[in-house]
């Protein structure tokens, strides 16, 4: 009996997931809610004050992403150090926080030298004629340090999971830390903002559509990650997982059209840049305060940029 029961099992379809599909399925669905919150905190905003939350209590800023990381961080055992660096990789953090600025920088006079274009037309930044630079640093200064430790600890806790969980090299998991971040802050969100002012029928089924795509397609990749690992078909071959790949697909088309956007896809690749080195720097420096000075200073310097083009031209 107890050979057949072996034989039984040995036939039998294994429906269960490989780690690193588990592990980025239940990050994307972290992400999934935290674009419901977003939507939600939006959407009562609006019916309450008639404008939209802004400060502290804002979508990517202290309450709408930054205590809901560190919480969901915490409960999954990978809490982000506080700490600030060591002395030794003083270097590497100061590097990290600049690096994001930096690049905004290379690609305004890149557009300006080579496209004869602005950055400021592109992101659609403007301001008051009349406006000094110190007016402009000091009207966004609040804005991008609250947003500066929201997407810097959110980062963090992505790029903890990545390494610790999904178990990938410290490369790897800044790749996909940074391409997590950017998925979130390109699709979910703007998606989650737009769907609210949608006529009611669709706005459910189309904001649940695309979160259930989100949630399949980070299981779909951990699925393709194993296979690429093992060098083998078998994880991606069983029948029940079409479902899977097929919504992932459309969570895959959705993330390729924000770059593919002409002139918006040039913000949404300086962004994904911006995690990118911004995730190198944790790593580097394991101190969260990294991420969150590279993500403020990125997100300043493209103000004050645009700011110098209009000014200048």
């Known amino acids: 009996m107890s050979r057949f029961a072996t034989a039984v099992r040995a036939f039998r379809p294994d429906r269960s997931l490989p780690s690193e599909a588990s592990e980025l399925g239940r990050i994307g ?30 979508s990517p800023n202290v309450a709408g992403l930054a205590v809901p990381t560190l919480v969901y961080a915490r409960y999954r055992g ?32 890149l557009l ?15 301001y008051h004629p009349e406006a000094s630079v110190g007016a402009a640093a000091a009207r966004a200064a609040e804005d991008v340090v609250l947003s500066g430790l929201g997407f810097g600890f959110l980062v963090a806790a992505v790029f903890d999971l990545a390494s610790s969980r999904v178990g990938l090299a410290p490369a790897r998991a800044a790749v996909a830390a940074a391409a997590l971040a950017t998925f979130f802050q390109s699709v979910l969100r703007d998606a989650a903002f737009t769907l609210v002012v949608f ?27 194993r296979s690429a690992a093992e060098r083998s078909l078998r994880p991606v071959s069983r029948p029940t997982l079409a479902p899977v790949f097929a919504f992932g697909l459309l969570g895959l088309v959705a993330f390729g059209t924000v770059f593919v956007d002409v002139p918006g896809g040039v913000e949404h690749v300086l962004w994904a840049l911006a995690f990118g080195l911004a995730a190198v720097g944790y790593q580097r420096s394991r101190s969260v305060w990294v991420p969150a000075a590279a993500l403020a200073l990125f997100s300043i310097s493209v103000r004050l940029v645009g700011f110098v083009e209009l000014a200048a031209f």
Not at 88 to 105: E, H, N, W, Y
Not at 112 to 126: E, M, P, Y
């Open 29 to 58: 669905l972290f992400l999934a809610c935290l674009a419901v919150a977003s939507a939600a905190s939006y959407w009562v905003s609006l019916r309450l004050l008639g404008v939209p939350v802004v400060g502290a209590l804002a």
């Open 78 to 109: 990978v809490p982000p150090s506080f700490g600030l660096p060591e002395r030794s990789r003083i270097t590497d953090a100061l590097a990290a926080a600049l690096a994001p600025g930096l690049a905004v920088v290379a690609a305004s006079a």
């Open 112 to 126: 300006a030298v080579g496209f004869d274009a602005s950055l400021a037309a592109l992101v659609g930044w403007t």
């Open 199 to 225: 006529p009611k029928p669709w706005r459910v089924t189309v904001l649940g559509l695309l979160l259930v795509a989100t949630v399949c397609g980070c299981v779909a990749v951990g699925v393709t990650y």
